[in-house]
């Protein structure tokens, strides 16, 4: 006997409503650079998991933190500015 559940997984897997909202769309672009900011850093961090860091390496983690925070920093600032009246931080 088929169970009707697995069909019906299957074909509300992908129904409409799953989509984003255009908000989320919005606050996904809002966050990206905070995003791509730390996939760098991770990027740095994995290439030192496997070996003892070397300077240039030291070097590379440290901007890369530096531009996570400053990113991270700038998308506080954005949200702050916007909910504030008057828009003043």
Do not use: C
């Not at 989320?24 to 650079?33: N, S, V």
């Amino acid at each position: 006997m088929s169970h009707i559940v697995t069909v019906q997984d299957a074909v509300t897997a992908f129904a409409d409503f799953m989509e984003p909202t255009n908000a989320e769309l919005d606050a996904i672009e809002q966050e990206m650079p905070v995003i791509l900011a730390d996939v760098d850093l991770l990027d740095a961090q994995i290439v030192t998991l496997d070996r003892v860091p070397t300077e240039l390496d030291n070097r590379r983690l440290r901007r890369a933190r530096r531009r996570a925070l400053a990113a991270r920093l700038a998308l506080v600032n954005r949200t702050t500015a916007a909910t504030m009246p008057g828009g003043a931080a």
